[in-house]
């Protein structure tokens, strides 16, 4: 390994940019002539528009024009994944306006666009509009939805979505009718707000000369944006858009989708002949970015009388929100049921998903997608097994591990794992953990007068999204691959073309040392471009923990066949057969002899091909390759959580947290560190601290960082992290991905901490977030029904 | 008076002449001078993506603080520098230590809190020696990171102190002392643009006599309340008054058995005086939104603005507090408490302004206690926020008085639960009769923050716990879950 190479914990490359406040965000970036947009938005959750009035504020100062449903007559923000019914027909796909056509389905709602000079010009113009609402009844809470009459979209009656399912539900049910024991439990995943620091934002641009539009956006995901929008909101033909995604202050998944924003202002630029900026505020992002999780469960798990799973099924109801958001209906079924075997033997699993429509924000994919929800039912339902078989939680789990041998292994969800070792994770995490000392420490903790417990979790999650074939199988209505392309420049520098999209991930440092190490080459000699689609050939972008599982992978394929023309320009320049040219640390060698030559002659030898055989060998050295992985990858680990409260107040602290996760070959374990790192953070946030709450009336009550709780630098515990690794058998680097696990194992680790500590008390459940509050009432509402017994 | 503003920026003096008084400085650097380094992540002071370091001459030396650009405006910088992350890399590109640092422990991620951080922890390491963890949280807590988990910015906010002093910095330092000086003095400024106009008065006379001829001003001291009502609620003010340059409202003092307090005094600036006379009031203090609310807000502001939340009114009318207000040439006094009439409603003149807060010094013996109830510890709006003050003499009771914030439409005494524990014994007895009584004081509202179950039994229970905490002298109480554990014991 050289010291920039595989396995090296390279400095990031892009912090001298961050730290220097020299990064090119879409707000820093501004455009001659430039307007700027303020997107005036619903106030009420659900009604009809009688009548938008806008004599007045069309004749404010410095308003440009302003623009609603009536005039933004285009095609509807279209859903990427169509899922079935179970009786096999397509799910209720109601229309997705841009700007909304006659009726507002949420706060927050698109009513109009706002041009103006300045941004403070549109902002007080948009509040001069008069817009005439009727009201109507809101449908704001999701275990209900399906039961009331009012309705989300005449379209979808019963608010439904669609009703799908996995498995089969009367073998499930037998399996259950015979079982030894079976354990229930209702489940309620929160609802999360994605809050990526660096709010929306979108600049549309039209060039009359050429017929060119360029959107600037917070995309994790350029192509995809250009495809959605080009071909099916807009019909604007891809050579004829260009879509830019700069440096982008996180995303989380909230910037996958295609937001209504990024149409209007690129469809008003070609309107207004000037550049339009929008860029949200913060009440905004809460009001239009898509939303997390928001799942309701009946899940239930059978055992049999040696304490082994035999059966499992669920019932979900899963909040689509107003609106299908690009990704939102793959989430909670091929991201979460599929994921429901888990790391268990369970040979048979029933689950139904019932997707429902409410008058909230759309929800779509956030950190980890599907996988937490599916982690979090499972591990809670194993939890609550271990205690009521009178299992310990390292006894429930090793005994119903899949076997270190029985890998490539077959779940009865649809997913084949490749590798694994769940044993080897579980026994390093608990020694990291200090299983061993907890009772001792419990003990002190009680002489403190505290409730000390302890909570596993053991996931694997699916990621490195993934094989084409497989996702249009289940309804994708994209391929999942990715693209790379290696430019070597005439003096032996290299500029990578990615389809993947950086948003924190540090890819200019990672896939920078793909290229160090495999070309033999100083990583300062390698660029990474990324996020712009007229230089990127194309690319499906960054989430689902893809980059480097396939991204990295689409780079290794370049590669090889940069190198495979090097050796057949060097054999040709040296004289040799170019099966006996040999490459190593940047020199190619005929085997045998010590004729060399290094890889920056090759390079110059490219571009000055003075000699070539020409019907042999084309000058230049450039590859392009795109990469379809065969299968997901699967990662997985252990998470042990150690938290102690306060009974008298209810405070959870955590005062351990542990993750030891598999995720495949470690590239750099600095970037990886941090990666899980900032998982753990949103999965203790989802547990203890967030969650997102709609009033009766459909308005959203935790609509700022005051009231939205986010995790703040006091608020978290120093992690002990590590990783174990078996390698992922097909891809070349072995790679699996880290972006999503420490989301996807901590929050149940950390509530059957919180359930652990206060089991005794007669506490059996808690929900998530696990605040004082709600533990000073579980506590408080135990004791009250121990007395009474 | 001098026209226009003028501050250093970028080592350089910089003179605007014509300027919107209520431009944020984030808008300006952003939209005007095309520096885009400092981020805004939500324009409400919560999330710290907008923090700069403004330089200031305090008795002859500089003094270093962080603040939220994106509710500062501009021409309050007059007279000051203004140090955002662009200024930090030496001309040659080699990083800062804090810089350095954060590349070291891996404390960026996407970048976009990044400038903030880096802003925090530069103003820290520039004014202070090594921090304690517990002031590193302090700090950081008004910065917000969706990416990292926070453990590598702790980890470099300790690791860039090994880079040792600030030596390139504190060489130019000396030249940029030399601008301000050139820049301080006692004139009034005035700006004025799109029809706003903006005073920044440099003595106390002087904006008695210039609020007296615009009694339609509004004050602006801190700007954490009034820069919201711009971002936030999109209004127009006007004309502004800016009290920060004033000196006597900057002034702190010992005078008669009270502690006055100039209105404009920051939070900051307060906490060590206060702490040292009621230590639990300075904890209060700590609570109060985050480093960069503290460095710019002000007691007086906290007063003035009448809200029922504020977390220094029921502290300051527990202890006795005494206002000063004056308009024109004339002052009165009045009790702090009788201040606030109603909700939304105050005792103050048109033209009328608060000169000083008086904090009346304790007597010994006697027992202090602040209890700030919210969902986090840091940048939170209390719930309910309560605070006691009692004599108790040989176990009697001989005075107390008891205030709440949160529990109706302004801060206000418990004087039904008050008058069930004078002249009592200081005993569970009393104390849960007195509990008891406090339903004849409160009523309040149920809201997004609290139910009024929750309110009223809160209230009720902190009563019991300042018993707890003032009975049980020398024994280890444990009332005490977050913040100083210790002071349960004082
Ligand atoms: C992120 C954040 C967190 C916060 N957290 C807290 C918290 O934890 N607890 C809390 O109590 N508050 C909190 N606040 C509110 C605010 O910081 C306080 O109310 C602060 O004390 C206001 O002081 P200021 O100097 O900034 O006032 P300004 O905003 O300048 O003024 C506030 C009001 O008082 C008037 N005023 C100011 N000075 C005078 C004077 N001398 N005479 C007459 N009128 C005057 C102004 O006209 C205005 O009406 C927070 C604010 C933010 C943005
Ligand atoms: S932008 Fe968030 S505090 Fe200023
Ligand atoms: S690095 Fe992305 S928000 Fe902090």
Redesign the pocket.
């Known amino acids: 390994m050289n010291d920039t190479g595989i396995g090296a914990s390279v400095r990031r490359k892009e912090d001298f940019r961050f730290l220097t406040g020299q990064g090119t965000y879409t707000d820093d970036i501004n455009r001659p002539g430039q307007t700027y947009g303020y997107i005036l938005r619903s106030p009420v959750a659900h009604a009809k528009i009688n009548g938008i009035d806008l004599a007045e504020a069309k004749a404010a100062p410095g308003v440009v024009a302003i623009f609603t449903g009536d005039d933004m007559q285009v095609g509807s923000i279209p859903c990427g994944w169509g899922v079935n019914n179970k009786d096999g027909s397509p799910m209720n796909e109601p229309p997705h306006p841009a700007l909304a056509q006659g009726k507002v389905r949420h706060v927050g709602d698109q009513v109009a666009i706002v041009i103006a000079e300045s941004y403070a010009e549109a902002r007080a113009a948009a509040e001069l509009i008069d817009v005439d609402y009727e009201e109507l009844p809101a449908v704001a809470d999701l275990a209900t939805a399906l039961d009331q009459s009012t309705l989300v979209h005449d379209e979808a009656p019963g608010n439904l979505c669609y009703d799908w399912e996995i498995g089969e539900e009367a073998q499930v049910n037998a399996i259950f009718e015979s079982a030894h024991h079976v354990t229930s439990m209702d489940i309620v995943n929160n609802r999360l707000v994605p809050n990526a620091m660096e709010p929306r934002a979108a600049i549309g641009e039209y060039d009359s000369a050429t017929g060119e539009y360029t959107l600037y956006t917070t995309s994790q995901n350029p192509h995809v944006i250009r495809l959605l929008m080009g071909a099916f909101v807009l019909q604007i033909p891809e050579h004829k858009l260009r879509v830019v995604a700069p440096d982008v202050g996180g995303g989380f998944g909230s910037k996958i989708f295609h937001y209504a924003e990024e149409a209007i202002v690129t469809w008003a630029a070609q309107k207004v002949r000037r550049p339009i900026k929008w860029r949200a505020e913060r009440s905004e992002s809460f009001l239009s970015d898509a939303h997390g999780r928001d799942h309701v469960t009946k899940a239930e798990l059978a055992l049999d009388q040696d304490g082994k799973f035999i059966g499992l099924r669920c019932y979900t109801k899963a909040n689509m929100g107003a609106y299908l958001s690009t990704f939102s209906t793959c989430v909670p079924t091929y991201l979460h049921a599929t994921l429901l075997a888990g790391v268990y033997t369970t040979p048979a699993i029933y689950c139904n998903v019932k997707a429902v429509f409410t008058n909230t924000v759309p929800v779509d994919a956030y950190r980890g997608a599907g996988r937490p929800e599916a982690t979090y039912l499972l591990e809670r339902l194993v939890d609550r097994a271990a205690r009521e078989t009178g299992m310990s939680q390292s006894e429930i789990r090793r005994k119903n591990f899949i076997p270190e041998d029985a890998f490539p292994y077959q779940t009865p969800v649809a997913l084949q794992y490749d590798s694994g070792n769940y044993t080897a994770t579980l026994d390093r995490a608990e020694e990291l953990a200090d299983v061993a000392g907890f009772q001792a420490r419990r003990s002190e903790a009680a002489s403190r007068g505290k409730l000390r417990g302890l909570g596993y979790s053991t996931y694997v999650e699916a990621c490195g999204i993934a094989p084409s074939a497989v996702v249009g199988s289940l309804g994708a209505r994209a391929g999942l691959f990715e693209s790379a392309n290696i430019r070597v420049h005439p003096t032996g520098s290299v500029t990578v073309y990615t389809g993947s999209h950086s948003h924190g991930q540090g890819h200019e440092t990672t896939f920078a040392q793909l290229v160090s190490d495999s070309l033999g080459i100083p990583i300062e000699n390698v660029d990474i471009s990324h996020g712009d689609t007229n230089k990127v050939a194309f690319g499906m972008g960054t989430y689902g923990s893809r980059s480097l599982a396939v991204g990295g992978e689409a780079i290794m394929k370049a590669l090889d066949k940069v190198i495979t023309k090097s050796k057949k320009i060097a054999a040709h320049v040296l004289e040799a057969d170019s099966a006996d040219i040999e490459f190593k640390d940047g020199k190619f060698t005929v085997a045998g002899t010590d004729r060399e030559m290094a890889f920056g002659d090759v390079a110059l030898t490219a571009y000055v091909p003075h000699n070539f055989p020409h019907d042999e060998l084309e000058p230049g050295l450039e590859e392009q390759a795109f990469y379809d992985p065969m299968n997901f990858t699967y990662p997985a680990g252990c998470h042990i959580c150690e938290v102690e409260i306060d009974p008298d107040t209810g405070v959870v602290e955590v005062v351990a947290m542990t993750a030891m996760d598999d995720v495949g070959r470690v590239i750099n374990p600095m970037i990886v560190e941090g990666q899980i790192h900032g998982g753990l953070a949103q999965g203790i946030g989802q547990a203890l601290m967030e969650g997102a709450r709609y009033d009766d009336d459909g308005q959203l009550l935790t609509g700022s960082y005051m009231d939205y709780c986010m995790p703040r630098a006091d608020d978290l515990p120093d992690f002990k992290v590590g990783t174990t690794t078996t390698l992922c058998t097909h891809n070349s680097l072995g790679v699996k991905g880290c972006g999503e696990v420490g989301a996807i194992g901590s929050p149940p680790a950390v509530i059957n901490a919180v359930v652990d500590a206060l089991w005794d008390q007669g506490v059996r459940d808690i929900a998530m977030p696990a605040t004082p509050n709600a533990v000073w009432n579980a506590l408080n509402g135990a004791k009250t029904a121990m007395a009474a017994e | 008076m001098s026209e226009g503003i003028r501050f250093v920026f970028r080592g350089e003096v910089r003179e605007i002449d014509k300027i919107d008084p209520t431009l944020s400085v984030l808008r300006w650097l952003r939209e005007v001078e095309g520096a885009s380094g400092t981020k805004e992540g939500c324009a ?3 999330c710290g993506a907008c923090t700069v370091v403004l330089g200031e001459l305090v008795d002859g030396s500089m003094q270093y603080r962080a603040v939220n650009a994106c ?1 500062q405006f501009m021409p309050t910088l007059h007279g000051k520098q203004l140090i955002t992350v662009e200024d930090l890399a030496s001309p040659d590109g080699a990083l800062h230590p804090v810089q350095k640092a954060m590349v070291e422990t891996s404390g960026s991620q996407c970048g976009f809190c990044t400038p903030g951080f880096v802003m925090s922890m530069f103003a820290m390491k520039v004014s202070e020696g090594r921090p304690s963890r517990d002031r590193i949280n302090d700090v950081l807590a008004g910065n917000l990171c969706r990416c990292t988990g926070y453990g590598p910015i702790i980890e470099a906010s300790e690791k860039m102190y090994d880079a040792g002093p600030e030596t390139a910095f504190l060489e130019e330092e000396k030249r940029v002392v030399a601008l301000l000086e050139g820049l301080s003095s006692d004139a009034m400024v005035e700006t004025a643009d799109k029809g706003r106009r903006y005073f920044a008065p440099a003595r106390v006379d002087d904006l008695a006599r210039v609020y007296t001829d615009n009694p339609d001003a ?11 009502w711009v971002t936030k609620m999109h209004k127009d003010l006007g004309t502004v008054i800016y ?1 920060g340059r004033v000196k006597e409202l900057k002034e702190m003092r010992v005078a008669s058995g009270y502690l006055e307090i100039g ?1 404009g005094v920051s939070y900051t600036d307060a906490w060590d005086e206060i702490k040292k006379h009621y230590p639990d009031f300075g904890e209060l203090i700590r ?4 480093t960069q ?1 503290r460095n ?7 007063v ?2 009448g ?1 029922p939340i ?3 009114p029921p502290a300051l009318i527990a202890a006795g507090a005494r206002l000063v207000l004056r308009k024109g040439e004339e002052r009165r006094e009045i009790d702090l408490e009788s201040f606030f009439i109603d909700y939304g409603k105050q005792d ?1 003149g048109i033209g009328e ?2 000169e000083m807060v008086k904090l009346p010094l304790p007597k010994a013996g006697s027992k202090f206690r602040s209890y700030k109830i919210s969902k986090r510890f840091d ?4 719930a309910a926020c309560g605070a006691f003050m009692a004599d108790i003499e040989k176990g009697q009771v001989k005075d107390i008085r008891i205030c709440f914030g949160g529990m109706a439409g302004t801060p206000a005494r418990a004087k039904h639960t008050e008058a069930a524990l004078i002249g009592k014994t200081w005993d569970e007895e009393t104390v849960k009769t007195a509990m008891a009584e406090m339903v004849k004081d409160y009523n309040p509202l149920t809201d997004m923050r609290a139910s009024e179950a929750y309110r009223a039994k809160v209230a009720r229970n902190l009563l019991y716990k300042f018993f707890v905490e003032t009975s049980q002298v020398g024994e280890k109480v444990n009332t005490r879950v977050v913040g100083d554990r210790e002071l349960a014991h004082v």
């Open positions: 409400e002071g919560d509710i509004v004050i602006v001291a801190g700007a954490t309340d009034v820069g919201l009290l209105a609570r109060i939104g985050s609310v710019a807000g002000t007691i007086g502001g906290n003035a603005n809200s504020g977390d220094t103050r302004f608060v940048q939170d709006i209390s």
